[in-house]
């Protein structure tokens, strides 16, 4: 399992083909509607469309991502692209950062030079990290997943990354959406080997199982997802039954991959339903670009699919390993109030051994995107403790 440096190079036949696509969009009979609440805004996706074609600079984003430190290994069968951005520290503590749908490592742009270089940041110069960003199995510019039913062994992919390839003793782990349930499984698999653990949200698949001693708060907040997942839920729902008819439809058009991606930006960010005050143009499309150049939105479904199709076998073993790792490992989160339904405290503590809990005052579902500085100052602060035991023992 060596590392082997890489960069992101698209061809420049996929661009073309991208133009042509893009100047072929046909559009529907009220595609000047700005209304959002029945899904993406018909005029904002012609907005978009219309930038992508015209003004969006593929290889000045491109340069800009070939700034960081890219790496590929092959983990398992399994072929990982990912950010190795070493810090100048010596005692920089090293750290995964695992990013969710539909998002991809460009969740993390912001955050990288804030960990790995903390005193141009506002940190002092014993909070550097050493981070390592890989993209899931089927994102962006990772191979394929081995199987439907991957998601359960990607936290493996990345402790394997981290100890064998990397060299790592004992690490950190990061993630929000998928990237909390990858993390959690790290945390349950390999606890000798990790430091702690911070999330942005407590992993959605603890509501399959709702407690019968359900506190008021803990009510609240699982009526409130109930009411989350029948307005948002249905993206959920097909990609986990009908990952494929889905993807033949948005491999073939940039304008409704656009539609159907950047819709989630506008709905799960701390926007105020203008997307732009979040995101500009050239984030949302360079997002897209790593689904739409690599080809994978059919691959990124399968956690969905994986997820919804998993045996009791599998649930089993995972509700054992709950007990095992989750809870032993200190673990903090950092919760943004415009994400999902925000769980009280007592939800994670079931769950994990919570040492820090932080209600962020704005920011929503892509936090690393949104608010990086609260994000990276939270994180520091999060895992300064265990670099003085470390360092006194």
Request: with cysteine; proline share 6%; net charge negative.
């Amino acid at each position: 399992m060596i590392a082997e440096p890489t960069r992101i190079t698209v061809p420049e036949s996929v661009l073309d083909d991208l133009q042509m696509r893009l100047e072929r969009t046909r559009w529907l009979p009220d595609a000047e509607a700005n209304d959002w609440s029945a899904g993406t805004s018909p005029a904002y996706v012609r907005e978009l469309v219309s930038y992508w074609q015209s003004d969006f600079n593929w290889r000045e984003q491109e340069a800009s991502l070939n700034e960081f430190r890219q790496f590929r290994a092959t983990v398992n069968e399994v072929d990982i692209h990912f950010i190795h951005e070493r810090s100048n520290a010596a005692d920089a503590i090293p750290i995964v950062l695992t990013h969710g749908f539909p998002d991809s490592i460009l969740r993390f742009r912001k955050l990288i030079p804030m960990l790995t270089n903390p005193t141009d940041h506002g940190g002092a110069p014993t909070d550097a990290f050493d981070v390592i960003v890989p993209s899931l199995p089927g994102f962006g510019f990772s191979g394929e997943p081995g199987e439907h039913g991957q998601l359960f062994h990607i936290g493996k992919l990345w402790h394997q990354l981290l100890t064998e390839t990397l060299k790592y003793e004992r690490y950190a782990a990061h993630g929000g959406d998928w990237g909390s349930l990858i993390t959690e499984q790290i945390a349950r698999d390999h606890r000798d080997s990790v430091i702690g653990i911070h999330l942005t949200d407590v992993p959605f698949w603890h509501l399959f199982q709702p407690p019968k001693d359900a506190t008021a708060a803990e009510s609240k907040f699982l009526k409130d997802n109930e009411t989350t997942q029948r307005r948002e839920g249905a993206y959920a729902l097909l990609q986990g039954t009908r990952p494929q008819t889905l993807a033949d439809g948005l491999a073939d058009s940039p304008a409704g991959m656009a539609a159907w991606l950047v819709e989630k930006f506008q709905c799960w960010s701390d926007c105020d339903g203008n997307i732009e005050s979040r995101f500009t143009k050239d984030e949302l499309l360079t997002n897209l670009m790593f689904y739409w150049a690599s080809n994978a939105i059919g691959t990124s479904f399968l956690p969905y699919y994986g997820i919804t199709n998993a045996s009791v076998v599998q649930w089993i073993k995972e509700k054992a390993k709950e007990w095992v790792g989750a809870s032993h490992v200190p673990a903090a989160f950092a919760i943004f109030v415009h994400d999902y339904p925000s769980p009280p405290r007592s939800w994670a503590e079931r769950f994990f051994n919570v040492e820090r809990w932080t209600e962020m005052p704005r920011g929503g579902h892509f936090a690393a995107m949104e608010e990086p500085e609260l994000l990276a100052q939270d994180i520091r602060e999060f895992f300064r403790p265990f670099r003085v035991m470390r360092n006194s023992s």
